[in-house]
């Protein structure tokens, strides 16, 4: 199992564009402006994960991982323990692809967002024929089965793929010899290309193995290259096709909660109408329901995404495939169609159902703020004719007061004049007090009333 020499790395590493032009008598001078910023990184993006040109007949032992906590470190040092690599650098992983040659089969490591792959590819072995009856692959596998078990990560997908020769003169034929391969399961088949040039056969069942089983079936002198993009057209089919089910459990999972949720927002907005509850404890019942709404949305938003994004690489990846039914056999895109598509409206529906409840939920709040702002615009208008009347019984208690003190001080000036008029009669001038302080008596009202306007005037304006 071990390679004869170092195994050839085919490793994707973004800015290398200009080897490619290394043998181009343009590659000698440049001729045009600098590079606008990730230029190769974007113009290399096609060739990241080039396909794998497949020697029929061959066995593709396929594996898929969640990579949720999994650091690309682990992943590296997992492979360092192949046989020859444990000079193995994680730089060399930083494309997300890797390519090894070894003797007798080859390995290839892709990782994604959520998942890696690993895809092992090796000849099948002689005496392998069509009619086999569920023939064992894995015993002639190449690849040291501790190495396979111990890959970090949790497995989402696991296929065994044989690509046969075979004649497809007669599809139905070909069909009912591969039907041997999976037992007595049914199976979906499907002549692939505009020409029909495979036929792809599967049960999409669980072996106790864990692992699932698929059947290509290419006439001789299939080229390589398209042996490579059929293989990685089934493999990411059903890949992305259980990828897209794991929003499933977790819609239905909501539905109770949305359906109380429902209820406790119908109860609100009755509330709200007939204005028996309190403001307070309607508050504080909306903000727990729009709580456990947000915390919902939050957990399952991203989840829910990722569903309509993987479905829509399964409805690609089975365009791609150009099936023609045979004749009594389910197409694998029929099967995924019909199977798989109320799945996906089911998480779709939870989603719409869920940002719907956040609306009501909004809508429902502005209510209660309109309700809570009308109410304090009441009591503001309370408020303000209560201070109205308290100003105008101000301001007559203020005129009460000031006639009052006219009197007064009146009183005290008409005294004072009459003590003067007294003194002057002491004095010898012929004058009697109390006739002439009698008549001032009218001009000093006015003048104390108009000085005391003019003061209480000037105040008025002061403030």
């Not at 034929?173 to 020409?195: I, K, N």
């Not at 042996?227 to 109770?256: D, F, V």
Request: proline content about 5%; charged content about 20%.
């Amino acid at each position: 199992m071990s390679p004869s020499t170092f195994p050839e790395l085919s490793v994707h590493v973004p800015g290398k564009a200009d080897d490619l032009l290394s043998s181009s008598p343009e590659s000698l001078i440049r001729l045009l402006p600098a590079d606008a910023s990730q230029r190769a990184v974007v113009h290399n993006e096609v060739h990241a994960r080039p396909t794998l040109a497949i020697t029929l007949p061959a066995l593709v032992v396929y594996i898929a991982m969640l990579n949720e906590g999994v650091t690309r470190e682990q992943e590296c040092q997992h492979l360092r323990l192949l046989p020859g690599l444990g000079a193995l650098d994680v730089e060399q992983l930083a494309g997300n692809f890797l390519r090894l040659n070894f003797d007798g089969f080859s390995l290839t490591w892709e990782r994604h967002t959520e998942f890696t792959r690993y895809s092992i590819v090796q000849p099948l072995e002689d005496g392998v024929l069509l009619e086999a009856s569920d023939p064992d692959l894995m015993s002639a596998l190449r690849l040291a089965p501790e190495w396979l078990s111990s890959i970090p990560g949790q497995t989402i997908a696991a296929i065994k793929l044989a690509f046969l020769h075979g004649d497809l003169s007669d599809p139905q034929r070909c069909l009912d010899q591969s039907r041997a391969w999976f037992g007595e399961h049914p199976v979906m088949a499907s002549m692939m290309g505009a020409l029909g040039h495979s036929i792809a056969v599967t049960d999409l069942m669980l072996r106790p193995s864990g692992f699932e089983h698929m059947l290509v079936v290419a006439p001789p002198g299939t080229n390589t290259r398209r042996a490579g993009r059929i293989t990685q057209r089934l493999l990411e089919l059903e890949t992305y096709r259980i990828l897209s089910l794991r929003g499933l459990s977790a819609a239905k999972k909501l539905w109770p909660m949305m359906t109380q949720a429902d209820v406790a927002l119908a109860d609100i907005t009755g509330r709200l109408e007939s204005k028996l509850a309190s403001d307070q404890d309607l508050l504080d019942t909306l903000v727990s329901l729009a709580a456990r709404v947000e915390r919902a949305t939050a957990e399952h938003v991203y989840q829910f995404s990722a569903t309509r994004a993987y479905h829509a690489l399964v409805l690609q990846r089975s365009a791609e495939l150009r099936e023609q039914a045979i004749p009594g056999t389910q197409t694998l895109g029929n099967f995924m169609q019909r199977r798989v598509t109320p799945a996906i409206a089911t998480v779709v529906t939870t989603e719409e159902r869920l940002a719907s409840l956040s609306q009501r939920v909004t809508r429902a709040s502005a209510l209660l703020r309109t309700r809570v702002d009308i109410a304090t615009e009441a009591q503001n208008q309370q408020l303000l004719e209560r201070l109205t009347r308290g100003q105008v019984l101000q301001l007559r208690l203020q005129t009460t007061v000031e006639g009052l003190s006219i009197a007064a001080i009146s009183y005290y000036v008409v005294s004072l004049l009459l003590y003067g008029a007294k003194a002057l009669k002491a004095a010898g001038v012929a004058i009697n007090p109390e006739v002439a302080v009698g008549v001032l008596i009218p001009v000093v009202l006015g003048a104390v009333w108009s000085i005391t306007r003019r003061i209480s005037k000037k105040v008025r304006l002061g403030l």
